[in-house]
């Protein structure tokens, strides 16, 4: 399980739905789906398409940026950043 | 008493004016749907829902839906897309309600629908799969569907309208689209005009009728009256055949406003630097220039596609916003003007209706 740490302009799409969670995953992608199944509708908000983050959005595990592909070992921190050259 | 609901979209969110039908005091509530630009913000009669065609750089397009005149939104962009194979859909531009669905105009240029009041979309292939579209090129706002026209009474009836593309009409849900762009000038265009290739900027149906179009182009303003398979130039003496919005008279189909702008080389500017709306009352054949309470000097407004309005009250007002922010609103069909909002982001979009107080 890792904590996930949304950006408020992202959980203020889905009202009720906390900027902290812990989900299963054991990747970047995994995490993001279990993300999906506890906010319906956020893997839009996310991806550019199946499987391409959106261009101005960044993924980072415990401080170091990451892929859908990038391992998320237990106890971890996922980030899902916005990058400042979108807004 | 009625209330008279401005929706206006802009580069950051969108924003409700409300008045009652003296339509002189105005309320501000805003910004919806923050973070997101929005092209086109509208209202369905059939159930008081609001929508608006959304983009934002970090979480992509959209399509924002409120069902209690702002106080709460949802959005969804699920099937509002073109295909993993295919070019990725980049933003909306236009969200019209028409016979208990929704339809959606994106980028590049497309035709989506939905019949669950935007929770999903399906892509309406036939418009996009036309045999003319390797011929379809952007232009300068790039290659976009912003005009939706639903027949009034006829369900599988419609016309959309695309930049530097053209109209095209469906009469069988979106099956198969017919050009119609005869007798519009591409002046752009060496040779002759093409099927496809026109840049239309706006039209809409006249009012009670089913077959009058006028539409707003880049090389000047037309009427049809056999439901765009001709067009007639009633540019006349506008001072600039360039421009961007139109509105249509709710009841009067000899009625229409436009508001002209320089050419594009010239900025895209109200003309002189005076603010101008151009009212015809007898169907483009002549216009007259309406600018009582507009800025007369130092005025270099640009005002987008999307962005007139006209209400449906018993002397429609006229509404119009602008890119520096400023909304503009007349109570007596454009007679005279007021600004009630100054300082809003740039405006994409001005929609307005009429609701039971």
């Known amino acids: ?87 | 008493m009625p209330r008279v609901l401005l929706m206006v979209g802009t580069k950051k969110g969108a924003f409700l004016l409300e008045s009652d039908e003296t339509r002189r005091d105005w309320s501000i509530r805003g910004p919806f749907c923050e973070g997101f630009e929005i092209r086109d913000v509208t209202y369905d009669p059939s159930d008081g829902a609001i929508y608006a065609a959304a983009t934002s750089s970090w979480f992509g397009h959209a399509v924002f839906r409120s069902p209690d005149l702002g106080e709460t939104w949802t959005h969804s962009s699920e099937g509002l897309a073109y295909g993993d194979d295919r070019p990725k859909l980049t933003r909306v531009w236009n969200v019209t309600p028409a016979h208990g669905a929704v339809f959606a105009g994106v980028e590049p240029a497309g035709l989506f629908r939905s019949d669950d009041a935007g929770a999903t979309w399906h892509h309406i292939e036939g418009l996009t799969n036309h045999p003319s579209r390797e011929g379809w090129f952007p232009g300068n706002g790039g290659l976009i569907l912003h005009t939706v026209v639903p027949h009034p009474t006829d369900p599988d009836r419609m016309w959309v309208g695309a930049s530097s593309v053209g109209v095209f009409e469906t009469t069988d849900g979106g099956v198969n689209w017919t050009p119609r762009n005869k007798g519009v000038r591409q002046d752009y265009n060496p040779g002759e005009p093409l099927e496809v290739g026109s840049c239309v900027h706006k039209f809409a149906l006249a009012a009670g009728s089913n077959q009058t179009l006028y539409q707003q182009n880049h090389c000047g303003v037309y009427r049809s009256d056999d439901g765009g398979a001709h067009w007639t130039e009633i540019t006349g003496s506008l001072p600039s055949e360039f421009g961007f919005v139109l509105g249509v008279h709710p009841r009067d189909p000899q009625t229409a406003w436009v508001l002209p702008l320089t050419a594009p080389e010239k900025g895209r500017f109200t003309p002189d630097a005076k603010a101008a709306v151009w009212r015809t009352r007898n169907g483009g054949g002549s216009w007259e220039r309406l600018s009582d309470g507009l800025p007369q000097q130092n005025a270099w407004l640009s005002v987008l596609r999307e962005a007139m309005g006209v209400d449906t009250l018993e002397r429609p007002g006229v509404y119009f916003g602008a890119q520096s922010g400023q909304v503009f609103a007349s109570a007596d069909e454009g007679e005279s003007w007021r600004e009630i909002a100054s300082y809003l982001p740039a405006i994409a979009s001005v929609d307005v209706a009429v609701i039971a107080g």
């Open chain 1, 1 to 87: 399980m890792a904590q996930v740490r949304l950006p408020t302009a992202l959980v203020t799409l889905f009202p009720g739905t906390p900027r902290r969670l812990v989900l299963p995953g054991e990747t970047v992608a995994g995490v993001l789906a279990s993300l999906e199944e506890q906010v319906p509708g956020i893997h839009d908000r996310l991806f550019a398409s199946r499987l391409e983050i959106r261009e101005h959005i960044r993924i980072f595990v415990d401080g170091e940026a990451a892929g859908l592909a990038t391992p998320v070992p237990p106890r971890s921190t996922v980030d899902v950043v916005l990058a400042v050259s979108g807004g």
